[in-house]
């Protein structure tokens, strides 16, 4: 089961006990799912689907709590895809699919009296309480949302139908202080979050609790071994540093002792060369703990670079 579903089969779990926030998430299913049919003599029907028997479930019962009506459920077996069942709820009497749609205010009236279908904005009656905030966008991840696994990639995103509903529930999201953003895929638009900690908020928000704790844990571990590969890779490239600087200075040294003769070097540039030749794995702190006086490591870097220098020019000069 991927990480998504199982965040989906948690919140269906989730007890509701205020009307209010039964009205918002079963709002929220309708308009991010639902299908709505609408025949001669204003004759109304309402469809919701769903690939997740957990919400399917949920819908029955917010439906059934709600208006006391039981939909119809029909399952359809995609076993030659080998996808998971497919569920449509259906609310076919006329009257009892006009009282959801009215009560949600999904369906309004005009100046006419013609039926006009909202699945374009949300009502600001239906999300006015907080609690009926966090509803809503339970039941918008429920009808059309997803989540990444923490593993590959931090992802949160819902699919909206219209650019109208999409910049709607870009703009609840954002009530949260979460940067939530929209952009257009194919013939939908798509609302996400990109950062792990708006994610973990906003999985918080709709109750979500074990997956949030689940992509923390993930997120923390891939930060430690983020970490711990920057370390070792700054350790490697300063090691790599390390080995190149001593290779060119015994390079060095053994070219001055072989054409120009350490009798010619002062005592204490003398004393550093024969050293390193000795220790050519020592460090130059080490170094310095080997000289008489002791020399700290910035005058063993000091006396090494001196030594460099003095092959170098007597390399130039016998190129002239």
Known sequence: ??????????????????????????????????????????????????????????????????????PEVLVRKNRRLRKNNSYMLLVTDPDDALNILESTHILTYDKEGKI???????????VQRKCCKKAYLRGAFLGGGSVSDPEKAYHLEFIANNKQYADSLCRLIREFDLHAKTIP??????????????????LSLIGAHTALLNFENIRIYKDIRN????????????????????????????????NIGFSKLAPPLRQVAELRLVHPDA?????????????GKSGVNHRL??????????RNSRKL
């Open 1 to 70: 089961m991927s990480f998504s579903s199982k965040a989906k089969n948690e919140i269906c779990r989730i007890e509701l006990r205020k009307s209010c926030c039964k009205l918002a998430e079963l709002t929220a299913l309708i308009q991010s799912s639902g299908i709505i049919q609408i025949t001669g003599k204003s004759r109304v029907r309402l469809k919701v689907s769903t690939e997740n028997a957990s919400i399917a479930r949920r819908i029955f019962m917010l439906i059934k709590d709600l208006y006391q009506i039981s």
């Open 116 to 126: 006009r279908v909202n699945l374009g904005s949300i009502n600001q009656g239906i």
């Open 185 to 202: 895929r194919k013939n939908v638009y798509v609302v996400y979050l990109k950062e792990g900690e708006h994610i973990v908020n906003l």
């Open 227 to 258: 970490n711990i590969n920057r370390i070792v890779n700054c350790e490697t490239a300063n090691l790599s540093k390390t080995i190149n600087a001593a290779v060119r200075q015994i390079e060095n040294i053994e070219y001055i002792r072989d």
């Open 283 to 295: 460090s130059l702190r080490e170094l310095g703990e080997m000289l008489t006086p002791k020399v």
């Open 305 to 314: 670079r001196k030594l460099d220098k003095i092959a170098e020019d007597h």
